[in-house]
């Protein structure tokens, strides 16, 4: 039987380095499942990285069978060589899950920072901090690399945003009321 009622992996793509995280959820409880990063050779081609990011994703989403997964987009950055490699990173790990049939959720930098720390212009040190402080992990057990925290975070942002309750989409303005409800009227 499984551990956890929902378990969602967080990604960090890049080319160079692409951050995990996984959350294992039980009630209301999230707590760490794994979180690391995998680093390419830069001596490889860009296409042979895509193609190790696609196995990568593949090998996590079989070791962790997760049920969603929630993925940091490109930030609009100036260099549009950088953009459209960060772009094709994502969309190779995106593949990856699709192909299982797994939900994917995108989270803009500013939207996970913004929910981790208070603050969608956090450092990336400070986003660590608040992880290592909410979901109480021990310091000397963070991998060396930021990616695999903004992965984690990723993740978490992600449980926080789908456990919300659903608001109804109520009337906008007493003359909305007034449409919607004809027949309540005096």
């Given at each position: 039987?499984?551990?956890?009622?929902?378990?969602?992996?967080?990604?960090d793509?890049?080319?160079?380095?692409?951050?995990y995280?996984?959350?294992?959820?039980?009630?209301?409880?999230?707590?760490?499942?794994?979180?690391?990063?995998?680093?390419?050779r830069?001596?490889?081609?860009?296409?042979?990285?895509?193609?190790?990011?696609?196995?990568?994703?593949?090998?996590?989403?079989?070791?962790?069978?997760?049920?969603?997964?929630?993925?940091?987009a490109?930030f609009?950055?100036?260099?549009?060589?950088?953009?459209?490699?960060?772009?094709?990173?994502?969309?190779v790990?995106?593949?990856?899950?699709?192909?299982?049939?797994?939900?994917?959720?995108?989270?803009?930098?500013?939207?996970?920072?913004?929910?981790?720390?208070?603050?969608?212009?956090?450092?990336?040190?400070?986003?660590?901090?608040?992880?290592?402080?909410?979901?109480?992990?021990?310091?000397?057990?963070?991998?060396?690399?930021?990616?695999?925290?903004d992965?984690?975070?990723?993740?978490?942002?992600?449980?926080y945003?789908?456990?919300?309750?659903?608001?109804?989409?109520?009337?906008?303005?007493?003359?909305?009321?007034?449409?919607r409800?004809?027949?309540?009227?005096?």
């Amino acid at each position: 039987m499984r551990r956890w009622q929902r378990v969602i992996i967080g990604i960090d793509p890049g080319t160079n380095v692409m951050g995990y995280g996984v959350l294992g959820i039980s009630g209301k409880r999230p707590e760490v499942v794994d979180l690391g990063a995998v680093k390419f050779r830069a001596s490889e081609s860009h296409y042979l990285r895509l193609h190790r990011i696609h196995q990568s994703v593949l090998a996590l989403v079989e070791r962790f069978l997760p049920d969603e997964m929630a993925i940091e987009a490109p930030f609009f950055g100036k260099n549009v060589q950088s953009m459209l490699k960060l772009g094709r990173a994502q969309g190779v790990a995106m593949v990856a899950a699709i192909s299982r049939d797994i939900p994917i959720t995108e989270y803009e930098p500013r939207k996970i920072k913004m929910a981790i720390t208070g603050n969608g212009a956090a450092s990336k040190e400070q986003v660590q901090e608040m992880l290592r402080r909410i979901l109480a992990m021990d310091r000397a057990a963070l991998p060396p690399e930021l990616d695999a925290t903004d992965a984690l975070a990723a993740a978490l942002c992600h449980y926080y945003e789908s456990s919300r309750p659903q608001r109804s989409a109520g009337p906008r303005s007493w003359k909305d009321f007034v449409a919607r409800n004809p027949d309540k009227l005096l």
